[in-house]
């Protein structure tokens, strides 16, 4: 009997495609690999960017994994909607986003809600408004530490900071947080010398805030890439994403990294241009459209197909002349980047034993749940 691969769906007529695919079994083995390769849940601080699903984020409350880091509202509601104890908000919140924090926190007593801060005029409308409802929000300083978009650089200005933050009222400074994303050096030993002088100035930071008399700060560092040499730093929590479902971009860039694809886009030919290319309907809207084209999405049972155009709903590849496929025929794509591929769809079917077992509904993908 032939061995069907391990993304087939035997009922795979059921799907209206585009449609997103979410294996468990593999997601639960990701979550494994997550936790042996650190050996500490409490060191850990998953961010739930990648799956935006409830049903996702409690396989990770299964495993014992109690700190999670998010980047919106929304994502932060559906992890309160669980009852995870311990929720990040890994972003600044200004205006209308400090109003609806606070009101997470009013509605969600059971979850702790913290923020990122990078500058006094931020702190102190936090402060006003958390003080007038009568709530305490644990901050972190945000640090650039490379990746120049938000954060402070790691220098003085930083103990500063934490000083005033630590004498205005509803606020409590609890650590940093550092993102060095841009450090993806394939060569893991080049990626980790990079990483540890980004690093450097963070522990250097740390250890001056312990000589001011401050509790010794959390450092919440890191993301997929440099989550291996994180991992060998005793009390910091790292905090990758995209670990739970992998992707074609990771699979390739970070090939020491043990997690395998645990989600798909699945895909059909829809139209034969000529006699050398296809048409597939995957188009803008249903796989993440950022890089070079050909490099996309990637069929697993079709991995010759080269891209050669695409718009909203439409991906039309080149398949050569003589090629064997027809209309109709299902195609299994792995994306390049998964997590903005995710927030494409409303639900993700998850597959169990080659069949459609379930639909998770990426319900933080919207800006906003109920708050």
Same mark, same amino acid.
């Given at each position: 009997? !032939?061995?069907?691969?391990?993304?087939?769906?035997?009922?795979?007529?059921?799907?209206?495609?585009?449609?997103?695919?979410?294996?468990? #079994?593999? @997601?639960?083995?990701? $979550?494994?690999?997550?936790?042996?390769?650190?050996?500490?849940?409490?060191?850990?601080?998953?961010? @739930?960017?990648?799956?935006?699903?409830?049903?996702?984020?409690?396989?990770?409350?299964?495993?014992?994994?109690?700190?999670?880091?998010?980047?919106? %509202?929304?994502?932060?509601?559906?992890?309160?909607?669980?009852?995870?104890?311990?929720?990040?908000?890994?972003?600044?919140?200004?205006?209308?986003?400090?109003?609806?924090?606070?009101?997470?926190?009013?509605?969600?007593?059971?979850?702790?809600?913290?923020?990122?801060?990078?500058? *006094?005029?931020?702190?102190?409308?936090?402060?006003?408004?958390? @003080?007038?409802?009568? /709530?305490?929000?644990?901050?972190? %300083?945000?640090?650039?530490?490379?990746?120049?978009?938000?954060?402070?650089?790691?220098?003085?200005?930083?103990?500063?900071?934490?000083? !005033?933050?630590?004498?205005?009222?509803?606020?409590?400074?609890? =650590?940093?947080?550092?993102?060095?994303?841009?450090?993806?050096?394939?060569?893991?030993?080049?990626?980790?010398?990079?990483?540890?002088?980004?690093?450097?100035?963070?522990?250097?930071?740390?250890?001056?805030?312990?000589?001011?008399?401050?509790?010794?700060?959390? /450092?919440?560092?890191?993301?997929?890439?440099?989550?291996?040499?994180?991992?060998?730093?005793?009390?910091?929590?790292?905090?990758?994403?995209?670990?739970?479902?992998?992707?074609?971009?990771?699979?390739?860039?970070?090939? !020491?990294?043990?997690?395998?694809?645990?989600?798909? @886009?699945?895909?059909?030919?829809?139209?034969?241009?000529?006699?050398?290319?296809?048409? $597939?309907?995957?188009?803008?809207?249903?796989?993440?459209?950022?890089?070079?084209? *050909?490099?996309?999405?990637?069929?697993? #049972?079709?991995?010759?197909?080269?891209? %050669? =155009?695409?718009?909203?709903?439409? /991906?039309?590849?080149?398949?050569?002349?003589?090629?064997?496929?027809?209309?109709?025929?299902?195609?299994?794509? /792995?994306?390049?980047? $998964?997590?903005?591929?995710?927030?494409?769809?409303?639900?993700?079917?998850?597959? !169990?034993?080659?069949? $459609?077992?379930?639909?998770?509904?990426?319900?933080?993908?919207?800006?906003?749940?109920?708050?």
């Amino acid at each position: 009997m !032939e061995q069907r691969p391990w993304y087939w769906i035997d009922d795979v007529a059921r799907l209206d495609t585009p449609a997103l695919v979410v294996y468990p #079994n593999r @997601v639960r083995e990701n $979550i494994t690999r997550l936790v042996n390769t650190i050996g500490d849940v409490n060191r850990l601080r998953p961010h @739930v960017k990648t799956n935006k699903a409830r049903e996702a984020s409690q396989l990770l409350l299964d495993a014992g994994i109690r700190k999670f880091k998010c980047a919106t %509202i929304a994502e932060a509601e559906m992890l309160a909607m669980i009852e995870a104890p311990d929720v990040l908000l890994a972003y600044q919140p200004n205006g209308t986003k400090i109003h609806r924090l606070l009101a997470l926190m009013a509605k969600y007593p059971r979850t702790r809600f913290s923020c990122l801060v990078d500058n *006094s005029i931020t702190a102190r409308e936090l402060s006003q408004q958390a @003080v007038s409802d009568n /709530l305490v929000v644990p901050v972190y %300083i945000d640090l650039n530490v490379g990746m120049n978009r938000t954060g402070i650089a790691p220098d003085t200005a930083v103990l500063t900071l934490y000083d !005033e933050l630590s004498q205005l009222a509803g606020v409590n400074p609890v =650590g940093l947080h550092a993102y060095d994303g841009h450090l993806r050096n394939p060569d893991l030993a080049a990626r980790t010398a990079d990483c540890d002088a980004a690093f450097q100035p963070v522990y250097q930071l740390s250890e001056a805030l312990l000589a001011r008399g401050f509790a010794e700060p959390v /450092l919440v560092m890191g993301g997929s890439p440099t989550f291996p040499i994180h991992a060998q730093r005793p009390g910091v929590e790292c905090s990758p994403g995209t670990f739970i479902y992998w992707d074609r971009g990771y699979q390739d860039g970070l090939p !020491e990294q043990p997690f395998r694809p645990a989600a798909l @886009v699945v895909a059909r030919v829809i139209s034969l241009p000529n006699s050398a290319t296809l048409c $597939i309907d995957v188009g803008h809207k249903s796989v993440a459209a950022e890089g070079v084209l *050909s490099e996309r999405i990637t069929f697993l #049972n079709a991995p010759e197909l080269v891209a %050669i =155009g695409q718009s909203e709903e439409h /991906l039309v590849v080149e398949a050569g002349v003589g090629h064997p496929y027809q209309i109709d025929d299902v195609l299994y794509g /792995l994306p390049n980047h $998964i997590c903005p591929t995710v927030s494409l769809y409303e639900r993700a079917y998850t597959i !169990e034993n080659k069949r $459609i077992a379930d639909e998770w509904l990426t319900i933080a993908r919207d800006r906003k749940i109920s708050v």
